[in-house]
T-cell receptor, first 112, second 115 residues
Framework: DQQVKQNSPSLSVQEGRISILNCDYT??????FLWYKKYPAEGPTFLIS?????DKNEDGRFTVFLNKSAKHLSLHIVPSQPGDSAVYFC???????????FGKGTLLTVNP | GAVVSQHPSWVICKSGTSVKIECRSL??????MFWYRQFPKQSLMLMAT?????????EQGVEKDKFLINHASLTLSTLTVTSAHPEDSSFYIC???????????FGQGTRLTVV
């Protein structure tokens, strides 16, 4: 049973436009959510996180929105840049746990 | 952010041999580290949780005797792939977290190819 789902395996956007990556979760115990960016043959790089006590967190071009009632979060990148092209993973944790549960990732391609 | 270093970044070994991968937290102490495996075009699959000073906790379906994990100090965890076979070829990544419910920092990953 997949507790963190990223239903879009890929997304393609034009440079300068907004990229919206979506993530759904099923485990009500999750209270901390993260987004990671990954290039091929490299480890994931932390991007941004959000605690369940918030519904929005912003860091530069990256904003994460959390809708707890819908068990849904999204990552907005604006404006999108070609260097943003990578696989984006959504992850969640909860219950004072070190362990992260990852989604399957979404490949973002930003076209010049 | 914190730094997690993983070594080697790539390794080629012969079938039947063992390979050790190291994961170090360079600027913080990590009582818990994690080992992941990633197949092409697939997500990160958690293999095991490495606990300093105690036995690792393995995920269902991961062979304990195949993937030996040692967390000998607060800054070092090792994964040894024993009697490697071509199907063990994959990208292995470690991570460490400073505190519960905070971001995990990942190593650079190790590309293992078994020939």
């Amino acid at each position: 049973d997949q507790q963190v789902k990223q239903n879009s395996p890929s997304l393609s956007v034009q440079e300068g436009r907004i990229s919206i990556l979506n993530c759904d979760y099923t485990n009500s115990m999750f209270d901390y959510f993260l987004w990671y960016k990954k290039y091929p043959a490299e480890g994931p790089t932390f991007l941004i996180s959000i605690s369940s006590i918030k519904d929005k967190n912003e860091d530069g071009r990256f904003t994460v929105f959390l809708n707890k009632s819908a068990k849904h979060l999204s990552l907005h990148i604006v404006p999108s840049q070609p260097g943003d092209s990578a696989v984006y993973f959504c992850a969640a944790s909860g219950g004072s746990n070190y362990k992260l549960t990852f989604g399957k990732g979404t490949l973002l391609t930003v076209n010049p | 952010g914190a730094v997690v270093s993983q070594h080697p970044s790539w390794v080629i070994c012969k079938s039947g041999t063992s390979v050790k991968i190291e994961c170090r937290s360079l600027d913080f102490q990590a009582t818990t580290m994690f080992w992941y495996r990633q197949f092409p075009k697939q997500s990160l699959m958690l293999m095991a949780t490495s606990n300093e000073g105690s036995k690792a906790t393995y995920e269902q379906g991961v062979e304990k005797d195949k993937f030996l994990i040692n967390h000998a100090s607060l800054t070092l965890s090792t994964l040894t792939v024993t009697s490697a076979h071509p199907e063990d070829s994959s990208f292995y990544i470690c991570s460490a977290t400073k505190l519960p419910n905070t971001e995990a920092f990942f190593g650079q990953g190790t590309r293992l190819t078994v020939v």
